[in-house]
């Protein structure tokens, strides 16, 4: 059993993983998830600074690193500017623009030998003598 103290009241609990905090303190982040997510619905154009402004107990960071999760994603025209980690890229949610997903998934896949290399099936010849279904007995 894993007992640690809570990072948002300071409370112990029982520690299962993910970010290290008790279950009421989850609770609360996550309605004040859904509050930022019903504000950025409603005004896609809000910028970092609004929606801290807007909505209490919600730090800049805190929205970042939800967008940063994909669990939040900006509009095409948002104010707000994210850039892929790899290549610079404005992105709209995550750490990396698709291209450099696919390249690392390529990179990944290539080096423990997951990319399929299939050739064609061979072609085989029946004639209606094999062609029969068959029934083993036991």
């Known amino acids: 059993m894993d007992v640690r103290n809570c990072k948002g009241c300071g409370k112990l609990f029982n520690y299962i993983g993910g970010p290290p905090l008790c279950q009421a303190c989850r609770d609360k982040l996550e309605k004040k998830f ?5 504000y950025l619905w409603e005004n896609p154009k809000a910028t ?3 929606i801290t402004t807007n909505i209490e107990d919600v730090s800049s960071h805190q929205i970042k690193q939800w967008i ?3 669990r939040l994603q ?3 025209d948002s104010p707000i500017s994210l850039y892929c980690e790899n290549c610079g890229k404005k992105i709209v949610t995550g750490r990396y623009c698709q291209d450099c997903k696919n390249k690392m998934a390529k990179g ?4 423990f030998g997951l990319t399929k290399h299939t050739a064609a099936p061979e072609k085989r010849s029946f004639s209606k ?5 068959r029934f083993f007995k036991s």
Do not use: C, P
């Open 34 to 38: 859904q509050e930022v997510r019903d």
């Open 74 to 76: 900006l509009s095409s």
């Open 48 to 50: 970092i600074a609004e």
């Open 108 to 111: 990944l896949n290539d080096e």
């Open 68 to 70: 940063r999760e994909e």
């Open 129 to 133: 003598e094999n062609d029969k279904m």
